[in-house]
């Protein structure tokens, strides 16, 4: 599943083997939009978020959005690559290098100076993998968004706020910030948008240069909460819960026992009566090995 940090390096591979060389074949068997010319120079391979673009010398543009299931490879001329013909959706070949994007749902080209106005692109915001991103940009944004009432979770994968924030990071980085995904973004304190943005940034680019994702330096398999639903919290000891949420119906994981700042169900009055479990899940939860009675 690729990310803003995966997405970031794919980048800088493909500028470091394609920029300045002639184009010597293109492919791209379902591309919307005109094919690159043999012979244009490449000058430009950049990411955003989720986005990755290249950009030849006579202003044409090939916009790939990764989204769940796109990647980009890049491959010494002649060598076997590690995904099948059928994945295939772009080929870029130059002298010595191919690089080949797999599955990506969207590829298609558009001239600059044209960006702003190509549809579906819109306006995105601040890109967290660079360095110098204004992060105060991103404070703004979050204390400013036009639906006080939308869940934080959702609001950290809407790339109008922040680029590179995908379904790992929104969950990693609200377990580092103690804050509730359920929390609605209207009641966030500056403070607490300051943080969320310094711990966003931080966790993407100390990923930059890695091969594996890490989120939580010292966990079994380097992620606090994300893909550990049923597992003890490495924080409380409460047990990681998951649910599908938001309108793609992406798989959140996040930690009930800690996870509690502005979280608006402990935040209804204390003469509620709270509803007993369903005996099943009492059960289950009452046999967890860390939740057992010492005898």
């Known amino acids: 599943m690729p990310e803003g940090d995966t997405i970031h390096r794919a980048a800088s591979a493909l500028r470091t083997a394609l920029a300045g060389t002639p184009l010597r074949r293109f492919d791209a068997p379902r591309l919307i939009g005109p094919c690159p010319e043999p012979g244009r120079v490449v000058e430009r391979v950049e990411s955003h978020g989720k986005h990755l673009e290249i950009e030849w010398d006579d202003g044409l543009v090939l916009h790939t959005h990764m989204r769940m299931s796109g990647t980009w490879h890049l491959y010494r001329t002649g060598d076997t690559w590690r995904r099948s013909y059928n994945e295939m959706r772009a080929t870029i070949e130059v002298d010595d290098w191919v690089a080949v994007c797999f599955n990506a749902p969207t590829v298609e080209t558009y001239r600059q100076p044209d960006r702003r106005r190509h549809p ?27 639906d006080a009432d939308e869940a934080l979770a959702e609001v950290m994968l809407d790339q109008r706020v922040m680029c590179g924030v995908g379904n790992v990071y929104r969950c990693e980085v609200l377990w580092a910030t103690e804050l509730s995904p359920f929390a609605r973004v209207g009641d966030l304190s500056e403070h607490d948008a300051i943080r969320l943005a310094n711990t966003a940034a931080t966790m993407l680019r100390a990923n930059l240069h890695r091969s594996a994702r890490v989120t939580a330096p010292g966990t079994r398999n380097g992620h606090a909460v994300y893909g550990r639903n049923g597992q003890r919290c490495g924080r409380c000891g409460e047990t990681v819960s998951s649910q599908q949420v938001g309108r793609h119906r992406r798989t959140l994981y996040w930690c009930p026992g800690c996870q509690v700042h502005l979280d608006p169900v402990r935040e209804q009055s204390l003469d509620d009566t709270p509803m007993d479990p369903h005996p099943a899940a009492a059960k289950f939860l009452a046999e967890l090995p860390w939740r057992r009675e010492v005898s």
Do not use: A, I
């Open 120 to 146: 579906g692109m819109g306006r995105l915001g601040p890109d967290l993998c660079k360095g110098d991103t204004d992060l105060g940009e991103v404070v703004n944004l979050l204390l400013s968004y036009p």
